[in-house]
Nanobody, 117 residues
Framework: QVQLVESGGGSVQPGGSLRLSCVGS????????MGWYRQAPGAERELVAW???????NVADSVKGRFTISRDDAKETVYLQMNSLKPEDTAVYYC???????????WGQGTQVTISS
């Protein structure tokens, strides 16, 4: 079992920044891979970025160069620094974790990010 608790969502104007945090608790191996997905209204949930314990990272092309993912393994926490935000980044952002890429995914409750002028 794992619990993921997100924080840091909110509303900003285009060009602004937000930092999301997600604290994981539970079985250590279930937090090997941590990351973020997002789901806009009427759209499917899509990958934003993931990071593996030890540092390997993958970032979606749509956010590359604007979003940075990082983690603090001692705190079992993953961060998503979002800069140069655009209206199309508006979505509910979900923290996720899994043991490896063939295992089930655990999800956080989601945090709303709204980009609007």
């Amino acid at each position: 079992q794992v619990q993921l608790v997100e924080s840091g969502g909110g509303s900003v104007q285009p060009g602004g920044s937000l930092r999301l945090s997600c604290v994981g608790s539970g079985r250590h191996e279930l937090l090997n891979v941590m990351g973020w997905y997002r789901q806009a209204p009427g759209a499917e949930r899509e990958l934003v970025a993931w990071i593996i314990r030890g540092g390997m990272i993958n970032v979606a092309d749509s956010v590359k160069g604007r979003f940075t993912i990082s983690r603090d393994d001692a705190k079992e926490t993953v961060y998503l620094q979002m800069n140069s935000l655009k209206p199309e980044d508006t979505a509910v952002y979900y923290c996720m974790s899994r043991t490896h890429f063939h295992s089930g995914i655990s999800w956080g409750q989601g945090t709303q990010v709204t980009i609007s002028s």
